[in-house]
C-alpha cells in the first residue's frame, strides 16, 4: 500500500511555450520509495513535465511540492541541494574527460569552503575531497564501472556512457531521480541489465525513481506503478498491466 504522504506533489502544473501548451493542469503524486514511470505517446508533455520539476524551465502555473516545500522558486543549480538528480534523454557528460572526473562532477554541490579555502587547501578542503572520491568510488564499484574509471568518455561504449551519466546522478546522493528514456539507444540485453540496476538503485539505495520511458519491457520490469500523460495531463495511473490494458491508452497512442 502507498504511504498516503508522497514526497512529491504536483498540483494543477501548467506550462506553455508561446501558443503551444506543454502541460496541462497536471497533478501527480509520486510516493517514497517506489519506481514511477511516465508513459504516453509523442508530445504528451513527459520530458515537458520532468524539465519543470527539474527547474529547466519555469511552469506558468502549479505547485511542485517535495515534502510540501515548493520547488517553484528554486534555481535550476540549487535543485541537487533538495535531494533531486536526474538524467538526460541525450546524455549531457563531459566528453574528454574521464568516467572519474565526470563523477566528481556530481559532487559539486557538497563543494567545501570558501574559494580561498580551496587554493590554500585548507584541511577541511583536503578532508571534503576524501568524501567526494570515497562516494565516487563507491558508485563506481555499485555500478560495476572500475574498467572505465580512466577513460574517456567519449572512448565509451554507448551503453556505457548511460551508466556513467546514471552514475554521475547518483554521487549527489539523491532522494529522488529522474531519469529521461532510459532505454533509448540501448540494446534488448542492456535494457535488462538496466531494469536490475533500477532495481538495486530503489532497493539498495533507497532512491525513489521516476522515469520516462517508451520501453514497456523495461516499464513492465521495474515500474511499481504507471503514469501515461496525454496532452499534457494524466490519462490514466495503474499498475504497468492496468495502464496497458486501458482502452484510453491504446486509444491515445493509435491517435483515435
Ligand atoms: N523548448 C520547447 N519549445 C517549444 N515547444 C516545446 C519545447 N519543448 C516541448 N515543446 C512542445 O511541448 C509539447 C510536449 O513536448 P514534450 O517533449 O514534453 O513531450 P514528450 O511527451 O516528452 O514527447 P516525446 O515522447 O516525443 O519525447 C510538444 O508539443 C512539443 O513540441
Known sequence: MLASNPLLKVRDLTLTFGGVRAISGLNLDVHAGEVLAII?????????????????????????LLKEQDLASVPRHRIAQYGIARTF???????????????????????????????????????????????????????ELSAWRNSPVASLPYGVRKIVELGRALCTQPELLFLDEPASGLNPEETRELAFWIDDIRTDLGITVVMVEHDMSLVSAVADRVICMAQGAVLSQGTPEQVQRDPAVISAYLGT
Open 89 to 143: 534523454q541525450n546524455i549531457e557528460l563531459f566528453d574528454a574527460a574521464t568516467v572519474m572526473d565526470n563523477l566528481l562532477l556530481g559532487r559539486h554541490r557538497f563543494r567545501h569552503g570558501r574559494w580561498w579555502q580551496q587554493v590554500l587547501r585548507t584541511p577541511s578542503v583536503t578532508r571534503h575531497e576524501e568524501v567526494a572520491r570515497a562516494q565516487v568510488e563507491s558508485v563506481i564499484e555499485f555500478l
Open 40 to 64: 504516453g505517446p509523442n508530445g504528451a508533455g513527459k520530458t515537458s513535465m520532468l524539465n519543470a520539476i527539474t527547474r529547466v524551465f519555469d511552469a506558468s502555473g502549479g505547485q511542485i
